[in-house]
């Protein structure tokens, strides 16, 4: 089992920045992805950014250049900078992490998320 509990969250105004963090409850060296996510009322989920164990990055077009997701073993955490927020940004963000484990032929998936952190930024 994984706990994942963001914090970081807050009011800004627009252009200013935010650091959210992701703490895991274990060794984040078991993630095979990690990511950011967020939502607003009645939307879908959409993603963020993502991270590989690897230390490959994906992020919507919307953030590029804007924000930066980091992942780091010796607090087993998992970081969103973000920068020059905008209105647009707001919403409640949660944090991701995917384990795989390998048995022999069989594989198995398990997807973990945070309760999520508001971030509002104002007009």
């Known amino acids: 089992q994984v706990q994942l509990v963001e914090s970081g969250g807050g009011s800004v105004q627009s252009g200013g920045s935010l650091r959210l963090t992701c703490a895991s409850s274990?060794?984040?060296?078991?993630?095979?992805?990690m990511g950011w996510y967020r939502q607003t009322p009645g939307n879908q989920r959409e993603l963020v950014a993502t991270i590989t164990d690897g230390g490959t990055t994906n992020y919507t077009y919307d953030v590029r250049g804007r924000f930066t997701i980091s992942a780091d073993s010796a607090k087993n955490t998992i970081e969103l900078q973000m920068n020059s927020l905008k209105p647009e940004d707001t919403a409640v963000y949660y944090c991701?992490?995917?384990?795989?484990?390998?048995?022999?032929?069989?594989?198995?998936?398990?997807?973990?998320w945070g309760q999520g952190t508001q971030v509002t930024v104002a007009s």
């Open positions: 274990g060794s984040i060296g078991r993630f095979s992805d």
């Open positions: 991701n992490a995917v384990v795989t484990t390998n048995k022999g032929w069989q594989r198995y998936r398990n997807e973990y």
